[in-house]
């Protein structure tokens, strides 16, 4: 019998409502950032305008989010574990990032559309001629944003334990460009991340919709772990096997 959580089609009329309520919310607050973002874009200034949306909809979907650790100062690709929708507002909204994401969510056009406003960069994981390419799409999105994120899992997690690490999601960032740095970072949920966590077969639409129909705020810690050094920056594979050490140690209390 399908699980309860996979379900959200069975809420409430009051619940319904609620999520209505927050969609319209999102979507005006979308309206009114577009014109914003295109106008910061014409005249090369800086532009916090995918940062307010995505922040506007982590505080609309009812999160909290607590920054742990030493923020990146500078540019900086960060390496962070992936339970949720949420991990991106709740990134965002702290550092600004531009993320990268697989080539598939550049099938749907306006997904493509909204990712593409924050720079995102989409990565073709069994395209290797098409590498060099990516290279440049991250140093573009760098100049922008000064912050990259990435989820070398490549999928969801129930946020209780780490999944392998795709090296391969790294090949664009080889080598490294200089004088930017490399950090992982936990998104931890507590004891609610596998109640929140999209996996299985739950589709994406009925884990947004379960998240907004939930009466009690989310709480996500984010913690910045110490940048990588040394040999843990000779290629890509020490990079995610380091990266990956780091927020398991941080996973167990270690």
Not at 116 to 132: H, I, L, P, Q, W
Request: aromatic share 8%; charged share 15%; glycine share 6%.
């Amino acid at each position: 019998m399908p699980s309860a959580l996979t379900m959200p089609r069975t809420l409430s009329a009051r619940a319904w409502l609620k999520i209505a309520l927050q969609i319209a919310a999102m979507a005006l607050l979308l309206l009114i950032c577009i014109p914003f973002h295109y106008i910061y874009r014409l005249f090369g200034t800086a532009n916090h305008w995918p940062r307010v949306f995505l922040g506007g909809v982590a505080l609309i979907s009812g999160v909290e989010i607590t920054a742990e650790g030493q923020r990146p100062a500078g540019p900086v690709f960060l390496i962070a574990n992936h339970v949720s929708w949420i991990d991106i507002p709740a990134i965002s909204w702290i550092t600004g990032s531009a993320f990268v994401g697989h080539d598939g969510l550049a099938a749907m056009p306006l997904l493509k559309w909204l990712c593409k406003m924050n720079d995102t960069v989409f990565v073709a994981r069994y395209d290797r001629t098409s590498v060099a390419e990516q290279a440049r799409q991250v140093r573009h999105a760098m100049d922008d944003t000064h912050a990259l994120t990435i989820f070398p899992e490549a999928t969801t997690s129930d946020g209780t334990a780490l999944l392998p690490f795709k090296s391969s999601l790294l090949a664009a960032f080889e080598p490294l460009p200089p004088g930017v740095a490399i950090q992982p970072v936990l998104i931890d949920y507590g004891v609610e991340a596998a109640a929140l966590a999209w996996v299985g077969e739950e589709h994406g639409l009925d884990n947004f919709l379960r998240i907004l129909a939930r009466r009690r705020p989310i709480a996500v810690r984010v913690k910045f772990l110490p940048p990588l050094t040394g040999a843990a920056l000779e290629n890509r594979k020490t990079i995610a096997q380091a990266a990956r050490a780091a927020i398991q140690r941080e996973m167990a209390g270690v």
